[in-house]
């Protein structure tokens, strides 16, 4: 194929919450995202000439002056040659749009770029409208809820040429990347366990959906359930999983999720390797943590037939402790929000900003027929290759749901269902 020039992409960023903006709750997140990721990272590709114009999409037209303020004061006025002007979807008289991201998708061609950053269920529709009009796809872990919904969007795209990545950020987190690799030349897989939680003040953020409309697994259990898959790949499939949730904090004062809201969800999968040994896996989350030194808790356990690997992702060995805060342990290969010498953003080496890079050079590449989708399947997390993610995740659901053990069926044409 004839090869064209690598040109900017528009960008419409569905979801104008914590992780796109860092706005809640008409103000700065109280997290360790308080000025955002998607957003940063996209006005620092505009700067790069990677993307063109950027619009947001959210469902309530109200915010878009507060988040204009915020993005003015906290990002343009603080980083040297960064534009922060957007579009925005709804206007700002709509009360409430729910179908606002169709609008603001309209005005993309095809070959431009869609984020979703909102809540889990609302993902398949979204994607779906956007891969159907030729528009490429970054979108927040978890991809969709279930795997038949994974599945239709797989051949959805693959039918549309168009590149659907999940925003799985630790595959790029250089500690993480090296124990993959080490993991995978220590033999069959024996046992893995990994846990990560936030505190239960991010419930305030996640309670209008937390325990109605998804839970604590797909939100945080998604991350090493694929950083595991990501190690076994082409080695081991999943086969069977039991879950197991506490409650006692999500259903009461001050949250008020629905009663059985799960704080914590344990899901314990068992794999087969194709050598015909097995491993057990365990992947914990929480949200109902009480606030320490991290905002988020995270580690893992990788024990192979001719090794053992432990990663405290949480602890990097950089504390730091200011007076009137708490001590803190802190974590710049994840988003470091120090501007460089310049002025400039300078955080171009963090795992956060290189994942959401790596997919705008991907789309751009196919658009000057440098590449295909397909060929990124084993080098991104794109969706095809993350279906053993959504899988588990329905999964673990259908287990907590049901009290009873759930397996996982494999054909090799049709890939996993249950």
Not at 14 to 23: K, L, S
Request: glycine share 8%; net charge negative; hydrophobic share 40%.
């Amino acid at each position: 194929m004839a090869e064209m020039e690598e040109k900017p992409v528009s960008a419409v960023l569905v979801g104008t919450g914590e992780y796109t903006t860092g706005y809640v709750h008409s103000a700065g997140s109280k997290s360790d995202k308080k000025i955002g990721v998607v957003g940063l990272c996209m006005f620092e590709l505009r700067r790069l000439g990677r993307v063109d114009k950027i619009s947001l999409a959210g469902t309530t037209g109200s915010k878009y002056q507060g988040i204009r303020k915020h993005l003015k004061d906290n990002i343009q006025d603080v980083y040297n040659g960064l534009d922060v002007t957007v579009d925005t979807f709804p206007e700002d008289d709509v009360a409430r749009d729910v179908c606002a991201y169709k609008a603001a998708i309209d005005t993309l061609a095809p070959g431009d770029i869609i984020t979703i950053f909102t809540p889990d269920p609302t993902h398949f529709d979204i994607a779906k409208y956007a891969i159907e009009r030729g528009i490429h796809v970054l979108v927040t872990k978890p991809a969709v809820m279930t795997i038949d919904h994974h599945n239709q969007l797989v051949k959805l795209a693959q039918d549309n040429q168009v590149l659907v990545m999940v925003e799985f950020h630790k595959r790029w987190d250089p500690i993480y990347v090296d124990a993959r690799s080490k993991a995978r030349s220590l033999g069959d897989m024996s046992y893995f366990s990994s846990f990560m939680s936030q505190p239960k003040f991010q419930l305030e953020t996640f309670k209008a959906w937390a325990g109605k409309l998804s839970d604590i697994s797909y939100y945080l259990n998604s991350h090493h359930i694929d950083m595991h898959a990501w190690m076994m790949e082409g080695n081991a499939r999943p086969v069977a999983v039991t879950a197991q949730g506490a409650t006692g904090i999500a259903e009461k004062e001050p949250f008020n999720c629905p009663k059985g809201t799960e704080d914590t969800i344990t899901l314990l999968v068992h794999w087969v390797n194709t050598s015909g040994s097995t491993c057990v896996a365990v992947y914990t989350a929480s949200w109902a943590a009480t606030k320490g030194d991290v905002h988020s808790q995270q580690r893992f356990h990788a024990m192979t037939h001719n090794g053992d690997i432990n990663v405290d992702q949480a602890h990097r060995g950089y504390t730091v402790a200011t007076e009137g805060q708490a001590f803190a342990s802190v974590n710049p290969l994840y988003m470091s929000y120090a501007p460089g010498p310049e002025g400039h953003f300078n955080g171009h080496n963090g795992y956060g900003y290189k994942s959401i890079e790596a997919f705008v050079k991907a789309v751009q590449k196919i658009n000057a027929k440098k590449a295909d989708p397909a060929s990124y399947d084993g080098v991104l997390p794109t969706l095809k290759a993350t279906a053993v993610v959504t899988v588990i995740l329905e999964a673990g659901r259908r287990s907590l749901d049901s009290g009873e053990t759930v397996r996982i069926q494999y054909d090799e044409a049709l890939g996993y269902s249950l």
